[in-house]
C-alpha cells in the first residue's frame, strides 16, 4: 500500500500531469463557453421571430413566382420563351410548408440530441489526456533512472511497474468520474439556459450514464497503452513514436492505399471508425461501388455494421496486448 | 568474523550480433562485516555489472550470490530494506526537491518520514532540500545518491563512485562519513578509481580485471604481495645508464628509466642485479626495496599502465597478475 500511495503522489507531484490536466480543463471549459454563447433558449420571442422570418421568405418566394410568371407569359412567341418551360406549365409556386418556421430558430441545445456528442469529445480528449500523461510517468521513470532507484528499494519487477500502472489507472478513473460528473453538469446547465431538458427520460439518462462508461474505458485503455508502449522502449518519446507512426501508416498511409485500391469498406481499418462505433454503440459503413438490388428499395449499397461489443473486443485485445508485453518485458530483461 | 557479502564463480555473459563477451568471468568476492571494502577495477571490467547482478538489476548466467547470507536473488527482497546502494551516476527525476525525493522513496520503501531530514543533514543537503533536483551539481546530486542510500539504516551499503564529482572538501567530508558509518557497524563497499581515497578509507580490497578477480585481501596484503619485487637503482655519477639498463633487459628484467635512476619491477633476488652490474664494472650507488602504493599495485595487476607511444583501448587489460619474480 505504501508503494501505491508514493506512485500516486509521483504521479499527482509531477508538473508534467499537472499541466496537462489544467490545459485539458481549459478546453473543455471553452468548448462548454461555446457551446452556452453559441446556443438560446427557443422562447414564445424566438418562436415568434422565426415565424415572421419565414412568412416574410414565403412572401418574397410568392412575389418572385408571380413576377416570373408575368415576365414568361410576356415572352411567349418571342425569342425569350425558350428560358421559360414550354408554356409556362412547369413553373414551381412555392407554398407556405416550403418554409417552415423550424429552419429560422437560432441554434439551441437539445439534451438529449446534442450531449452524446459532447461526451464523445470529453472521452477523446481525457483518453489523449491519459496516452500521453502515462506514458511520460513510466518513461520519465526509466529514462531518469528513477525506475532503477525504485528497484533498489523494491526488487520486485512487476509489482513495481504493476502497481504504478494501478495508481494511474485508478487516478484516471477518479479523474475521469469527477470530470465527466462536472461536465453532465454543465451542460445540464447550459441546456436549461440556453435549450431544453425536456426530452429526458430515465431511459435517456440510462444511456447517457453508459456511453460515459464507455468513455471510461477509453481513457483508460489510452492510459495502459501509453504507459505500456513507453514503459516497452524505456522512454517516453516511444509512445509517442509509435503513436505518430500508427497515425501515418494506419491512417494516412493505409487510407489512401485502401481506397485507391477500392477496398471495400476501407473506413473499418481506420482508428477512429472504431472509437465512434464504441462510444456511438454502432456505425454504418457503406459501400457506394456496389449495389445490392430490391424490388422495393431498388439499389441500395452493400453496408457493414460495427458495433460496440466488436470495438470492445478490439480495445481490450490491444490493452491486454501492450499490458502483458510490457510487463514480460519487465520481468526478463536486464536493467542497465 | 562473518561474511556479509558473499560471491562465487559469478557468471555473466552479453550476446549480440558482434559476437558473445563475457562481463563476468567466473568472479568471486568475499566483503566481512563492519569493513570499508573497495571494490577496483579498470573501466570495462565488470565492477557495475559485478554490482547491478548483486542488487537484482541484471540475471546472472551462472555463479553464486548472497548478501547478509541469504541468497540473491531468490531472497533479495527480503534483504533488500537493509542494503542500500547507489550504483553509477546518481540519477533522480529532475523537476522534484531532494525533499520529495527521498519522501517519495521513504514511503515506496516503509521508511520514517523523520530519516528525509536526518539523511539530507548528514549529507550536507539540508539547505538546498528544497530546491529542484536539476539545479543540483554533480557533486550534490552525488550527496543526494548518498543520502538515498543512507535512508533505510542499511547494514550494507553500497556505493559506486561516491565521490565522482565531489570537490575536496566534499571528498574529505565523504571519507569521514564512511569511516564514521563504519565504526557504527554499517559495512561499505566502494567502488572508486580515486586509489589514494581506498588507500586510506578501506580496509580491504577486491581487485577485478576482465571479469575475474586478481587480487583481494586487506590493503596491507595486496600491498605487500606486490612491493617486494620492485627495487630502485641509482649508480655512481657519470656511469653510462643506458648501458646498464640494457645488460639487465637482456638477462630479462623489466627495467623503467627515470630521470636519474631506473626501476627493476621484477627484482625477487636484488643480488642478482649488483652481481650482473659488477661483472661489467658497473657500481651501485643506491638499490632500496620500492614500497608500492595502491595506484601502482593497481596498474600492475591489471595490466592498465600506460605506455608511451601505445593507446590503450578500455577492453585491455590482464586478469591475472604476473606470477613469482626475475632472478628468483
Redesign the interface.
Known amino acids: 500500500m505504501?508503494?501505491y500511495?508514493?506512485?500516486t503522489?509521483?504521479l499527482t507531484?509531477?508538473?508534467?500531469t499537472r499541466l496537462f490536466l489544467l490545459g485539458m480543463t481549459l478546453i473543455l471549459l471553452a468548448i462548454a463557453a461555446g457551446m452556452f454563447f453559441v446556443n438560446q433558449k427557443a422562447g414564445p420571442e424566438q418562436i415568434a421571430s422565426a415565424k415572421a422570418q419565414s412568412q416574410a421568405d414565403y412572401q418574397r418566394a410568392v412575389e418572385q413566382y408571380n413576377q416570373d410568371k408575368t415576365q414568361c407569359q410576356a415572352d411567349q412567341g418571342t425569342p425569350n420563351a425558350g428560358r421559360w418551360p414550354t408554356n409556362c406549365e412547369g413553373l414551381y409556386e412555392p407554398t407556405q410548408d416550403d418554409f417552415q418556421y423550424q429552419w429560422n430558430m437560432p441554434p439551441t441545445f437539445d439534451f438529449r440530441e446534442n450531449f452524446p456528442n459532447m461526451v464523445t469529445t470529453l472521452a477523446a480528449l481525457l483518453a489523449l489526456v491519459a496516452f500521453i500523461v502515462g506514458a511520460s510517468f513510466v518513461g520519465?521513470?526509466w529514462s531518469?533512472?528513477?525506475m532503477?532507484?525504485?528497484?533498489?528499494?523494491?526488487?520486485?519487477r512487476l509489482k513495481v511497474l504493476g502497481t504504478k500502472l494501478a495508481a494511474l489507472l485508478v487516478f484516471f478513473t477518479a479523474l475521469t468520474v469527477v470530470f465527466s460528473a462536472v461536465w453532465t453538469g454543465l451542460f445540464v446547465g447550459i441546456a436549461e439556459l440556453r435549450g431544453s431538458t425536456d426530452s429526458m427520460t430515465s431511459g435517456a439518462w440510462q444511456s447517457i450514464g453508459l456511453m460515459e462508461l464507455r468513455g471510461l474505458a477509453l481513457v483508460l485503455v489510452g492510459a495502459a497503452v501509453g504507459f505500456g508502449l513507453a514503459s516497452l522502449g524505456r522512454h517516453t518519446a516511444m509512445a509517442l513514436g509509435v503513436t505518430i507512426g500508427a497515425v501515418i501508416v494506419f491512417q494516412f498511409g493505409l487510407g489512401t492505399v485502401l481506397s485507391l485500391a477500392k477496398v471495400k469498406f476501407a473506413e473499418a481499418y481506420l482508428i477512429p471508425v472504431w472509437m465512434v462505433a464504441w462510444m456511438d454503440k454502432e456505425i454504418k459503413i457503406e459501400d457506394y461501388n456496389s449495389c445490392d438490388f430490391s424490388s422495393a428499395g431498388g439499389c441500395q449499397p452493400d453496408s457493414l455494421t460495427l458495433t460496440w461489443p466488436m470495438a470492445g473486443g478490439i480495445l481490450a485485445g490491444v490493452f491486454v496486448l501492450i499490458v502483458g508485453l510490457a510487463m514480460w518485458t519487465m520481468r526478463s530483461r536486464?536493467?542497465? | 568474523m562473518t561474511a556479509v557479502l558473499e560471491i562465487a564463480g559469478l557468471q555473466k555473459t552479453y550476446r549480440s550480433r558482434k559476437g558473445v563477451r563475457r562481463a563476468l568471468d567466473g568472479f568471486d568476492m568475499v566483503v566481512e562485516a563492519g569493513q570499508v571494502h573497495g571494490f577496483l577495477g579498470p573501466n570495462g571490467s565488470g565492477k557495475t555489472t559485478t554490482l547491478r547482478t548483486l542488487l537484482g538489476l541484471i540475471r546472472p548466467n551462472g555463479g553464486r550470490m548472497a548478501i547478509l547470507g541469504r541468497e540473491v536473488p531468490e531472497h533479495l527482497s527480503e534483504v533488500a530494506g537493509q542494503v542500500g546502494a547507489i550504483v553509477e551516476s546518481p540519477q533522480f527525476f529532475g523537476n522534484f526537491t531532494a525533499q520529495d525525493t527521498l519522501a517519495l522513496l521513504a514511503e515506496a520503501g516503509g521508511v520514517r518520514k523523520e530519516r528525509v531530514h536526518a539523511v539530507l543533514e548528514l549529507v550536507g543537503l539540508r539547505d538546498r532540500a528544497k530546491d529542484r533536483v536539476k539545479t543540483y551539481s554533480l557533486g550534490m546530486k552525488q550527496r543526494l545518491a548518498v543520502a538515498s542510500a543512507l535512508l533505510k539504516e542499511p547494514k550494507l551499503l553500497i556505493l559506486d563512485e561516491p565521490a565522482n564529482g565531489l570537490d575536496p572538501g566534499g571528498i574529505r567530508e565523504m571519507r569521514s562519513l564512511m569511516r564514521n558509518l563504519a565504526e557504527s557497524g554499517m559495512t561499505v563497499v566502494l567502488s572508486s578509481h580515486i586509489l589514494g581515497e581506498i588507500q586510506l578509507i578501506c580496509d580491504s580490497v577486491t581487485i577485478i580485471s576482465g571479469g575475474r578477480r586478481v587480487a583481494a585481501g586487506s590493503v596491507a596484503d595486496v600491498l605487500a604481495s606486490q612491493s617486494s619485487a620492485g627495487v630502485k637503482v641509482r649508480l655512481e655519477p657519470g656511469v653510462d645508464m643506458r648501458a646498464a639498463v640494457e645488460l639487465l633487459r637482456a638477462n630479462g628484467a623489466q627495467v623503467s628509466v627515470e630521470h636519474d635512476h631506473f626501476t627493476v619491477g621484477n627484482a625477487g633476488n636484488p643480488a642478482q642485479i649488483t652481481r650482473i652490474l659488477a661483472e661489467r664494472e658497473i657500481y651501485l650507488s643506491e638499490l632500496t626495496p620500492m614500497s608500492a602504493d595502491l595506484e601502482s599495485v593497481f596498474l600492475q595487476l591489471t595490466g592498465t599502465a600506460p605506455v608511451e607511444g601505445q593507446n590503450r583501448q578500455v577492453d585491455q587489460s590482464v586478469v591475472s597478475a604476473p606470477a613469482g619474480g626475475w632472478g628468483q
Not at chain 1, 532503477?148 to 520486485?156: E, G, I, T, V, Y
Open positions: 505504501s508503494l500511495s508514493a506512485e503522489k509521483r507531484k509531477r508538473r508534467f520519465a521513470e531518469s533512472g528513477g532503477m532507484n525504485l528497484l533498489l528499494w523494491r526488487p520486485q536486464d536493467i542497465t
